[in-house]
């Protein structure tokens, strides 16, 4: 089902700026990464998706409404969260999210009722009634999620959503959006800059730069199998290199982890003979898959 479709989508701001330009793209339902550095046009696209701004030129529909003629239906089944810290410090999580749901069109049992279990999903139930000013940046990030939730949107566009947490708050909010979207029948739009991120919870991706698309398609299919083998052992990563190198085999090192061009099936049996032979313990050897990142390292290699 394609809930999101544009046709030669354009924003041009005043002074001649150009935030998208001849966007066409159908987007399905599903986990979605929209990624692109800043400035590609990320933000101006959920802007245009929420009626918040007009194109220029061209077209959008968001579950076949258009977002400038019908933005009330549009946003009725849209829950959006934004990038930056807008949240009343003085005022509960359970004050605010269920405020959200009132001007959403609950009523007020159901909006209380609703916000609750919102704040529950997210994590923050027994902490629903303190102020919102006391709360960490990680907390301050799931009442953001809790409202865009509150009124049980179809589609849930989030704008950095792992902004301004620590590795464990970035672990814990992606653990969070993957199950919304995969046990929630929810579908996510992801936008971010951060493109392991992405390709760790995301089904497809749509990758911008400059306002213009570059590449959209299912995240299986930009992250392929390539021809090299990826090879890491718990220890002797130089002992490894060095008895790969003497038997013929090409060594190049990422990390912890030795590749190894695959010229054959034979040279599985190479890099296990030679692991054996030094006493190592595997922790992994199989074919390393193209990142997503790689898309935009290719494209700047061509415009070299």
């Known amino acids: 089902m394609t809930i999101i479709a544009t046709e030669a989508l354009t924003k041009t701001y005043g002074g001649g700026v150009t935030a998208l330009a001849d966007l066409t793209v159908a987007v399905d339902e599903g986990v979605i990464g929209l990624v692109g550095a800043n400035g590609a046009g990320k933000s101006t696209f959920i802007k245009i998706m929420l009626g918040l701004v007009p194109p220029t030129s061209g077209a959008l529909r968001v579950f076949d409404l258009d977002p400038v003629t019908q933005t009330d239906q549009v946003r009725a089944r849209v829950g959006y969260m934004p990038e930056n810290d807008c949240l009343p410090p003085d005022v509960s999580a359970s004050e605010f999210v269920t405020h959200l749901g009132r001007m959403s069109g609950l009523p007020r049992t159901a909006a209380r009722e609703r916000a609750s279990e919102a704040l ?26 809790a409202q865009a939730l509150v009124h049980d949107p179809d589609l849930l566009l989030l ?48 990758a911008i730069e400059g306002g213009r698309l570059l590449r959209a398609d299912r995240i299986s299919s930009m992250t392929t199998a390539s021809d090299v083998l990826a090879v890491e052992v718990s ?16 060594v190049t090192r990422e990390g912890r982890l030795l590749l190894v061009p695959m010229d054959s099936d034979a040279s599985y049996d190479r890099i296990l003979r030679a ?3 030094l006493d190592l313990s595997l922790h992994r050897l199989d074919q390393r898959r193209h990142r997503v990142a790689e898309l935009f390292t290719a494209k700047e290699a061509a415009d070299v």
């Open 120 to 145: 529950r999903h997210v994590g923050l139930y027994e902490e629903r009634y303190r102020q919102i000013g006391g709360y960490s940046t990680g907390m301050k990030q799931r009442v953001k999620l």
């Open 235 to 250: 220890e002797g990563t130089d002992e490894l290199a060095t008895a790969l190198t003497g038997i013929g085999l090409e």
């Open 159 to 206: 704008d950095e959503p792992t902004n301004g947490l620590d590795p464990a708050g970035r672990d814990a909010m992606l653990a969070l959006i993957h199950r919304i979207g995969n046990e929630f029948g929810i579908s996510v739009v992801v936008c971010s800059h951060l493109l392991g991120e992405v390709e760790r919870i995301c089904d497809s991706l749509i």
């Open 275 to 277: 692991v054996a032979d």
